[in-house]
């Protein structure tokens, strides 16, 4: 993987070893552990020693080819830039730094410990230019743009200049940090819901996010808490974290169930985290006229509805949410305070040598979290 040379004024807490080990990715479902070039930071630039990242959803529709990864010749453009080294989940600690980088973030210091948010904005387009970076036009992404926005499964990790990074609080564990990229997106996903006291929410998806969306939700304080998931044991798990009311699909007439809860109505709330179709049709059915739909997941497939539904019948108002704008502090302080848990979450972890392995775990229905940890 190509880097920038490092500055003369490069200053690191030990001399760092010209070859590291990397996950990279040559294409859909073409993923080596090699040795590579170790990264050396530029001007304004650092690196960082990876300790613990974790398997996300999209990591796994991203090796089996989706098209919004890859693209499809007709609606997408290919997003990923291989080879790459992949991975956005991660946590570290500065083992190197370029000349002006601990000014020009923050005023770090050698062997802190850090993470950086998902996206690295370029600082220069309109969405940038107003405020909203993580909408940014370039859109580079840790873990899918090779040489530019290279990822965590590694040694080690270059971040550029234009990085947004955050101190990670003492009291968190690596594992810990590594979980704050999907929980800061959770975050936005229901700061997007706008949740009343006097709500019922459906939160329908009960993976890593989803489950921390129960948790955030819960905070919220709404009226009734609900947890769809296909998973019973991440059911269970929704309830240990405060949802009054779980349901499965396979067995439960979801719209029938919430409209039972609700006088006949529907729910207030409803945020998709199934990155399925059916999760999105199964939502417009059961909301009430004038209810908040929010629109987390990635989809390897396009959704098909009835839009007279959102527009006619009930008059819904839509949302998206992507990435976590503003919302990596907010994550920090509610792990670091123990409001919010990873435990029950991380349900697997697997040293970067076996990174294969740790795939095919992340694949699975048993597994929630899948962690990949540097080799004793």
Same mark, same amino acid.
């Given at each position: 993987?190509?880097? &920038?040379?490092?500055?003369?004024?490069? *200053?690191? $807490? /030990? #001399?760092? @070893?010209?070859?590291?080990?990397? %996950?990279?990715?040559?294409? &859909?479902?073409?993923?080596?552990?090699? *040795?590579? $070039? /170790? #990264?050396? @930071?530029?001007?304004?630039?650092? %690196?960082?020693?990876?300790?613990?990242?974790?398997?996300?959803?999209?990591?796994?529709?991203?090796?089996?080819?989706?098209?919004?990864?890859?693209?499809?010749?007709?609606?997408?453009?290919?997003?990923?830039?291989?080879?790459?080294?992949?991975?956005?989940?991660?946590?570290?600690?500065?083992?190197?730094?370029?000349?002006?980088?601990?000014?020009?973030?923050?005023?770090?210091?050698?062997?802190?410990?850090?993470?950086?948010?998902?996206?690295?904005?370029?600082?220069?387009?309109?969405?940038?230019?107003?405020?909203?970076?993580?909408?940014?036009?370039?859109?580079?992404?840790?873990?899918?743009?090779?040489?530019?926005?290279?990822?965590?499964?590694?040694?080690?990790?270059?971040?550029?200049?234009?990085?947004?990074?955050?101190?990670?609080?003492?009291?968190?564990?690596?594992?810990?940090?590594?979980?704050?990229?999907?929980?800061?997106?959770?975050?936005?996903?229901?700061?997007?819901?706008?949740?009343?006291?006097?709500?019922?929410?459906?939160?329908?998806?009960?993976?890593?996010?989803?489950?921390?969306?129960?948790?955030?939700?819960?905070?919220?304080?709404?009226?009734?808490?609900?947890?769809?998931?296909?998973?019973?044991?991440?059911?269970?798990?929704?309830?240990?974290?405060?949802?009054?009311?779980?349901?499965?699909?396979?067995?439960?007439?979801?719209?029938?169930?919430?409209?039972?809860?609700?006088?006949?109505?529907?729910?207030?709330?409803?945020?998709?985290?199934?990155?399925?179709?059916?999760?999105?049709?199964?939502?417009?059915?059961?909301?009430?006229?004038?209810?908040?739909?929010?629109?987390?997941?990635?989809?390897?497939?396009?959704?098909?509805?009835?839009?007279?539904?959102?527009?006619?019948?009930?008059?819904?108002?839509?949302?998206?949410?992507?990435?976590?704008?503003?919302?990596?502090?907010?994550?920090?302080?509610?792990?670091?305070?123990?409001?919010?848990?990873?435990?029950?979450?991380?349900?697997?972890?697997?040293?970067?040598?076996?990174?294969?392995?740790?795939?095919?775990?992340?694949?699975?229905?048993?597994?929630?979290?899948?962690?990949?940890?540097?080799?004793?």
């Amino acid at each position: 993987m190509p880097s &920038p040379a490092p500055s003369t004024d490069a *200053r690191s $807490a /030990t #001399p760092l @070893p010209d070859t590291m080990h990397a %996950v990279v990715c040559h294409g &859909p479902g073409d993923y080596r552990l090699e *040795r590579v $070039a /170790t #990264p050396r @930071p530029g001007p304004r630039e650092l %690196v960082l020693k990876i300790h613990a990242c974790g398997i996300c959803g999209s990591d796994l529709k991203c090796r089996d080819g989706a098209a919004m990864y890859w693209g499809d010749g007709e609606r997408f453009a290919a997003f990923v830039k291989p080879p790459m080294i992949v991975g956005h989940e991660f946590a570290g600690e500065i083992v190197a730094l370029g000349e002006g980088a601990a000014e020009h973030f923050g005023g770090v210091t050698l062997g802190q410990r850090v993470v950086p948010e998902q996206i690295i904005p370029c600082r220069q387009c309109f969405y940038c230019q107003r405020g909203h970076y993580w909408m940014c036009e370039v859109h580079h992404i840790f873990g899918f743009q090779g040489g530019v926005a290279d990822g965590g499964m590694a040694e080690y990790l270059r971040v550029p200049e234009n990085a947004v990074l955050h101190p990670v609080d003492p009291r968190l564990s690596m594992e810990d940090a590594a979980f704050l990229e999907p929980l800061a997106c959770g975050i936005h996903a229901v700061n997007r819901a706008e949740i009343q006291f006097d709500d019922t929410v459906v939160i329908a998806g009960g993976g890593p996010i989803g489950l921390a969306m129960v948790q955030l939700a819960r905070l919220k304080t709404p009226k009734r808490l609900i947890l769809v998931d296909t998973h019973d044991d991440r059911l269970e798990l929704a309830r240990e974290y405060g949802a009054e009311h779980v349901f499965n699909p396979h067995r439960d007439d979801i719209a029938s169930e919430v409209r039972a809860l609700t006088n006949g109505y529907g729910c207030d709330v409803y945020i998709d985290a199934t990155g399925s179709p059916s999760g999105v049709i199964q939502g417009l059915e059961a909301l009430r006229k004038l209810g908040r739909f929010v629109e987390f997941s990635v989809f390897k497939e396009p959704t098909q509805v009835d839009w007279s539904t959102i527009g006619d019948r009930k008059e819904l108002d839509i949302r998206g949410s992507h990435l976590s704008p503003h919302t990596y502090p907010v994550a920090i302080d509610l792990l670091a305070r123990g409001l919010v848990t990873t435990q029950g979450i991380v349900t697997h972890r697997v040293p970067i040598s076996d990174f294969t392995r740790g795939f095919e775990i992340a694949a699975q229905r048993d597994s929630i979290k899948v962690v990949l940890t540097q080799d004793a």
